[in-house]
């Protein structure tokens, strides 16, 4: 199985500052054939889904803010809040998609500092 | 617009059994892998199983299986969760997921309680 790390598991930034989370996987989630991480990014929000922020490690979800990225091939990965708002609060989980079982990081929690 | 709903959550006991559903529409259905995904409280998403687009091809975390069985009806547009010999690290809120191959929709989802 491929074990995804999260870190930080909390992160406390400042309103229109910036926040960076990192993912790591055990093993390459990287197809050769056609080039892309099978890597993507949720928001969580208390008593919801999670929602897919960012797919094929960097191509944002239609409908998601630009102040959302997501960076990184092989085996790390980070998304970056370019500038944090009121609504970024949540936990946000990296998950790969390469071969099962998928799975998930434990998730980074971010607040208002 | 693309909607996936789940029932069939409930309090069951250990060793007991129970089937969610999960209804698609606004989707070709038939088109994609789903995907069962869990959360139990307070903890991150587990990805539990999923299904390619005719049933013939379906994997399951280690933890269910022998115990859980993943199904689908192209022509009721719908996703099933058989779950047999229930335990109480069962005990989460299930998902149903559309599998694109990343999990662009989810459901709202249907929260299960295995307790004596």
């Known amino acids: 199985d491929i074990v995804m790390t999260q870190s930080p598991e909390f992160l406390a930034v400042s309103l229109g500052e910036r926040a960076t989370i990192n993912c790591k996987s055990s093993?390459?989630?990287?197809?050769?054939?056609?080039?892309?991480?099978?890597l993507a990014w949720y928001q969580q929000k208390p008593g919801q889904p999670p929602k897919l922020l960012i797919y094929?490690?960097?191509t944002r979800e239609s409908g998601v803010p630009d102040r959302f990225s997501g960076s990184g091939s092989g085996t790390d990965f980070t998304l970056t809040i370019s500038s944090l708002q009121a609504e970024d609060v949540a936990v946000y989980y990296c998950?790969?998609?390469?071969?099962?079982?998928?799975?998930f990081g434990g998730g980074t929690k971010v607040e208002i500092k | 617009e693309v909607q996936l709903v789940e029932s069939g959550g409930g309090l069951v006991q250990p060793g007991g059994s129970l089937t969610l559903s999960c209804a698609a529409s606004?989707?070709?259905?038939?088109?994609?892998?789903m995907t069962w995904v869990r959360q139990a409280p307070g903890k991150g998403p587990e990805w539990v199983a999923n299904i390619n687009q005719d049933g013939s091809e379906k994997n399951y975390v280690d933890s269910v299986k022998g115990r859980f069985t993943i199904s689908r009806d192209n022509v009721k547009n719908s996703l099933y969760l058989q779950m047999n010999s229930l335990r109480a690290e069962d005990t989460a809120v299930y998902y149903c997921?559309?599998?694109?191959?990343?999990?662009?929709?989810w459901g709202q989802g249907t929260l299960v309680t295995v307790s004596s």
């Open positions: 997921a559309r599998a694109s191959p990343r999990l662009d929709y």
């Open positions: 606004g989707v070709t259905f038939s088109s994609y892998w």
């Open positions: 998950q790969q998609y390469y071969s099962s079982p998928l799975t």
């Open positions: 093993q390459r989630v990287l197809y050769s054939s056609n080039n892309k991480n099978y």
């Open positions: 094929w490690a960097s």
